[in-house]
């Protein structure tokens, strides 16, 4: 069968770095106090001449050296963002310009800090379709564009950021044991709409709007639903937490992390940590992480990763891949 491989990957990071005592004058807080809360010691925040085309395009760059492929490899790109560049045309068809690359289709996906995980299953669809052979997987954002840097509970939470990842096809015995993306499961509930949102939008108010959340009801929803559609990940891939080599979690809040790796029975030495040193970067969260990770040769080929995601909507997931 047909099994979408990792075949490299890259992340980028806006210049200016954010550290938790620059918020003391800001706002009523410490650095105490956020990093007790929330884990986070530092955030990257994007320049004026920063956006989440040019940062998506320097991740997708980097995932391109790592993979030795050129743009002209590449069929589909898809990018998961909730602050793209503009309402329309696409992020990632900008990202597809800025790249060079003449060939293919690129489209947006917008399911918040699920992004990612949500397009990676879409890339899966669309190799195992036929559609594409290999696939070009950003997460990028700039949500300190539309934080309220006056409300002390959301500014301290978010970052900027941009990873990738290259899917490419690849023949697979249909087990356990091949590489690529072995399992996955989606999924959404609108009901929690008003636990995290943004206050503005082209219907509605015309304007971009800033960014809203009730913390203490997604920390109380998000254990239990990220633990859910991790069981039904595992039962699809016939394994349990001991099969896993690495969990690689949205990084919103290290309690929440912590929680729902205690809540599966996984170890905490296998679980990737990059939430002190990026903050909540949304889409770009999940890659980043397995970037790091990647990157100082914690993941390696063979390796058995876990990839979850929970964001506003609600909407969450979960992957299953083999390094």
Known sequence: MIRSVVRGIGSALPRRIMKNADFEGMVETSDEWIAQRTGIRQRHIAGDDETTASLGEAAARSALANAELTPDDIDLIVLATSTPNNTFPATAVEIQNRLGMRQGFAFDMQAVCSGFVYAVTTADLYIKGGLARRVLVIGAETFSRILDWTDRSTCVLFGDGAGALILEAAEGEGTIADRGILAASLRSDGTHRDKLYVDGGPSTTGTVGQLRMEGREVFKHAVGMITDVIEATFSQAGIGAADLDWFVPHQANKRIIDASAKKLGIDDDKV?????????????????????????????RGDLVLLEAMGGGFTWGAVLLRW
Do not use: E, K, Q
Request: proline fraction near 3%; charge should be neutral; avoid cysteine.
């Open 272 to 300: 990737v940590i990059t939430v002190d040193l990026h903050g909540n970067t949304s889409a770009a969260s999940v890659p980043l992480a397995l970037s790091v990770a990647a990157a100082d040769g914690r993941i390696r």
